[in-house]
């Protein structure tokens, strides 16, 4: 199933088998696996995805899209070639479809939506009934599968720090008492939870420390490297803000992620420092 999202998303860039398959895997095991005819690890997958300059939580979205809304996939790839012209003509079309059908899902994708607009631009084309119609059903929701987390995941830029935290320390619950999540899922959930802690830290620090606290609680899974040293980070950057230690850790760390070669995770968070206030 997810060899030919692969190979979709690979082709749409012109980027071939042999520079996709690059350092990774061979062309050969690459072909048979986007062809579906094996399988690989979850971890070789994660590092091809670098080769195609895909993050994992937008090549699982991408994999659990209904394929038969076109509409969705288009505003999507949207995103994807940060085309904001389009993306802006394609979010208010499913703002009024929302409005026509009043149908959960297209009033889902009208916020999704418009929270990627909002990604590109700070640009904000949803209303605010439609935001708290999402937030009152994200309240209810008891049974958090891959479908609800991707719509807090894709809308938690418009709600505020305590709301992030109420629903992530509902789903770390979850994780706790969980043995076993589908393999998308596990990886998605981690993502969002650690994009919330991101989104509380610049608003009330306190809240992001006590929501790190409830995240050390859970492990983490040790294949989901990228989250595990994002989570290190922040925790990093939690004890700074609080005084509890100084920047130079702060650069040790990311000095430690190019000895590691992990630069687009290097340039996420030095992206991250360089939008977030610093203390004095």
């Not at 190979?7 to 986007?34: C, F, G, H, M, P």
Request: positive net charge; charged residues 25%.
């Amino acid at each position: 199933m997810y060899g030919k999202y692969f190979k979709q998303l690979r082709k749409k860039q012109d980027i071939s088998l042999k520079d996709a398959a690059a350092n990774v895997i061979s062309t050969s095991q690459l072909s048979r696996w986007e062809n579906g005819r094996s399988n690989i690890s979850f971890e070789t997958v994660i590092n091809l995805l670098d080769n195609i300059h895909i993050r994992a939580n937008e090549f699982i979205m991408y994999c659990n899209l209904n394929p038969t809304n076109s509409l969705t996939h288009k505003i999507f790839n949207a995103y994807q070639r940060k085309g904001i012209t389009e993306l802006k003509h394609l979010t208010l079309k499913q703002i009024k479809q929302s409005k026509t059908s009043k149908n959960r899902f297209d009033l889902f994708l009208a916020v999704a939506a418009a929270n990627f607009y909002f990604d590109l631009t700070n640009i904000r084309l949803i209303s605010k009934f439609d935001i708290l119609n999402v937030k009152s059903i994200l309240s209810s929701t008891s049974y958090w599968n891959y479908y609800y987390i991707s719509v807090w995941g894709n809308t938690l830029a418009f709600y505020d720090p305590t709301f992030n935290f109420k629903i992530a320390s509902r789903i770390l619950t979850i994780l706790k008492n969980q043995t076993t999540l589908e393999f998308g899922t596990e990886y998605y959930t981690w993502c969002t939870i650690l994009n919330a802690l991101i989104r509380i830290i610049p608003e009330k620090i306190e809240l992001a420390k006590k929501l790190s606290l409830k995240i050390n609680k859970v492990s983490i899974p040790n294949s989901f490297l990228s989250i595990r040293l994002k989570k290190r980070f922040m925790d990093i950057y939690i004890k700074y803000q609080l005084h509890e230690s100084d920047k130079e850790e702060l650069n040790k760390f990311l000095y430690s992620l190019e000895n590691l070669q992990l630069i687009d995770l290097k340039n996420e968070l030095e992206y991250f420092l360089s939008n977030t206030k610093m203390r004095n």
